[in-house]
């Protein structure tokens, strides 16, 4: 023991460090990201980029997961904030 009492830093699950959020997204998240920032459905993603709609779905509940949104408008809202 050193003598100092442990450093305790409270976070709200919803203020995370956005620099490591971004470094934690892969390639194709951060991709399917700009896509749905440019408003577009889940189907057009898919045809863009030749992969099924479930596929981008997966992707959209991982973005979602991982900024700790529960729909669309806040996934943006956390995006615009980087």
Not at 32 to 48: R, T
């Amino acid at each position: 023991m050193s003598g100092y009492p442990p450093i305790e830093i409270a976070l709200p699950e919803k203020q995370l460090c956005l620099s490591v959020l971004i470094m934690e997204l892969t390639k194709r998240e951060k991709e399917i990201l700009d896509l749905i920032m440019d408003e577009m459905s889940s189907k057009e993603i898919a045809e863009k980029l030749e992969v099924s709609i479930s596929t981008i779905e997966a992707y959209r509940r991982s973005l979602f997961r991982k900024f700790g949104v529960r729909s669309v408008i806040g996934l943006v809202k956390a995006a615009m904030k980087m």
